[in-house]
Protein backbone atom coordinates (compact mmCIF):
# COMPACT_ATOMS: atom_id res chain seq x y z
CA UNK A 1 0.00 0.00 0.00
CA UNK A 2 1.18 3.31 -0.54
CA UNK A 3 2.25 5.26 1.48
CA UNK A 4 3.84 9.12 1.13
CA UNK A 5 5.91 10.49 3.78
CA UNK A 6 7.17 14.53 3.88
CA UNK A 7 9.95 15.29 5.90
CA UNK A 8 12.21 18.56 6.55
CA UNK A 9 9.69 21.15 7.45
CA UNK A 10 10.36 23.44 10.69
CA UNK A 11 11.44 26.70 11.61
CA UNK A 12 13.37 28.98 9.53
CA UNK A 13 14.27 32.75 9.50
CA UNK A 14 12.85 35.10 6.24
CA UNK A 15 15.22 34.59 3.80
CA UNK A 16 15.96 31.72 4.63
CA UNK A 17 16.30 28.42 3.04
CA UNK A 18 14.97 24.66 3.66
CA UNK A 19 14.45 21.77 1.82
CA UNK A 20 11.66 19.44 1.81
CA UNK A 21 11.34 15.42 0.73
CA UNK A 22 8.89 13.01 -0.38
CA UNK A 23 9.45 9.76 0.19
CA UNK A 24 7.36 6.82 -0.36
CA UNK A 25 6.86 3.12 0.64
CA UNK A 26 5.54 0.60 -1.08
CA UNK A 27 4.78 1.75 -4.45
CA UNK A 28 7.91 2.79 -6.94
CA UNK A 29 7.96 6.73 -7.56
CA UNK A 30 9.43 6.18 -11.16
CA UNK A 31 6.36 6.09 -12.68
CA UNK A 32 4.98 9.02 -11.75
CA UNK A 33 4.66 12.10 -11.62
CA UNK A 34 4.62 14.19 -7.77
CA UNK A 35 3.62 17.45 -6.80
CA UNK A 36 3.89 19.45 -3.95
CA UNK A 37 0.93 21.76 -2.39
CA UNK A 38 0.61 23.76 0.37
CA UNK A 39 -1.97 25.28 2.32
CA UNK A 40 -2.38 27.96 5.07
CA UNK A 41 -5.17 27.95 7.89
CA UNK A 42 -8.23 28.66 7.02
CA UNK A 43 -7.32 28.43 3.02
CA UNK A 44 -7.22 26.39 0.18
CA UNK A 45 -5.09 23.88 -0.80
CA UNK A 46 -2.34 26.12 -3.46
CA UNK A 47 -0.54 23.73 -5.72
CA UNK A 48 2.92 24.91 -6.25
CA UNK A 49 5.13 22.45 -8.48
CA UNK A 50 5.23 19.55 -10.34
CA UNK A 51 7.71 17.30 -11.83
CA UNK A 52 7.43 14.11 -14.15
CA UNK A 53 8.29 11.36 -13.91
CA UNK A 54 11.42 11.01 -15.89
CA UNK A 55 12.52 14.59 -14.13
CA UNK A 56 12.39 16.09 -17.69
CA UNK A 57 9.66 18.85 -16.72
CA UNK A 58 8.69 20.82 -14.14
CA UNK A 59 6.23 23.07 -13.34
CA UNK A 60 6.38 26.18 -10.77
CA UNK A 61 3.24 28.72 -9.53
CA UNK A 62 4.25 32.51 -10.08
CA UNK A 63 3.91 32.59 -6.25
CA UNK A 64 7.23 30.41 -6.06
CA UNK A 65 8.54 30.31 -9.66
CA UNK A 66 12.76 31.80 -9.27
CA UNK A 67 12.78 30.61 -5.84
CA UNK A 68 11.54 27.10 -4.93
CA UNK A 69 13.23 23.85 -6.84
CA UNK A 70 11.60 20.40 -7.68
CA UNK A 71 13.67 17.52 -8.20
CA UNK A 72 13.44 13.70 -7.87
CA UNK A 73 15.88 10.72 -6.93
CA UNK A 74 14.12 8.01 -8.36
CA UNK A 75 16.73 5.49 -6.90
CA UNK A 76 16.19 6.76 -3.55
CA UNK A 77 12.09 6.69 -4.23
CA UNK A 78 12.30 10.66 -3.32
CA UNK A 79 11.06 13.94 -4.64
CA UNK A 80 12.67 17.46 -3.10
CA UNK A 81 11.41 20.43 -2.80
CA UNK A 82 14.40 22.89 -2.41
CA UNK A 83 12.54 26.73 -1.11
CA UNK A 84 15.10 29.91 -0.96
CA UNK A 85 14.18 33.36 0.23
CA UNK A 86 11.51 32.14 2.22
CA UNK A 87 8.55 34.64 3.36
CA UNK A 88 6.84 34.83 6.72
CA UNK A 89 3.51 34.68 4.44
CA UNK A 90 4.79 30.70 2.88
CA UNK A 91 4.15 29.37 7.06
CA UNK A 92 1.83 26.45 5.59
CA UNK A 93 1.40 23.18 5.62
CA UNK A 94 3.09 21.24 2.75
CA UNK A 95 2.23 17.92 1.15
CA UNK A 96 3.28 16.18 -1.53
CA UNK A 97 0.80 14.24 -3.74
CA UNK A 98 1.18 11.14 -6.15
CA UNK A 99 -0.71 11.82 -9.81
CA UNK A 100 -1.80 8.54 -12.06
CA UNK A 101 0.72 8.76 -15.00
CA UNK A 102 3.95 9.87 -16.17
CA UNK A 103 2.96 13.80 -16.65
CA UNK A 104 1.81 17.04 -14.49
CA UNK A 105 -1.22 19.20 -15.39
CA UNK A 106 -0.49 22.54 -14.66
CA UNK A 107 1.61 22.27 -11.20
CA UNK A 108 -0.06 19.23 -10.40
CA UNK A 109 0.08 15.56 -11.48
CA UNK A 110 -2.60 14.09 -13.28
CA UNK A 111 -5.12 12.56 -11.31
CA UNK A 112 -3.45 13.57 -8.25
CA UNK A 113 -5.46 11.81 -5.12
CA UNK A 114 -2.82 10.68 -3.04
CA UNK A 115 -1.45 12.74 -0.61
CA UNK A 116 1.23 12.40 2.14
CA UNK A 117 0.11 13.43 6.00
CA UNK A 118 2.01 16.91 5.61
CA UNK A 119 5.23 18.92 7.19
CA UNK A 120 4.77 22.23 8.93
CA UNK A 121 7.04 25.23 7.68
CA UNK A 122 7.12 28.24 9.90
CA UNK A 123 9.09 31.29 8.48
CA UNK A 124 9.41 33.85 11.84
CA UNK A 125 12.38 35.35 13.79
Known amino acids: QLQLVESGGGLVQPGGSMRLSCTAS????????IGWSRQAPGKGRERISC????????SYSDSVKGRFTITRDNAKNTVYLQMNSLKPEERDVYYC??????????????????WGQGTQVTVST
Open 97 to 114: VIGNDTDCSGNTPHGADK
Open 51 to 58: ISASGNST
Open 26 to 33: GWPLREYA
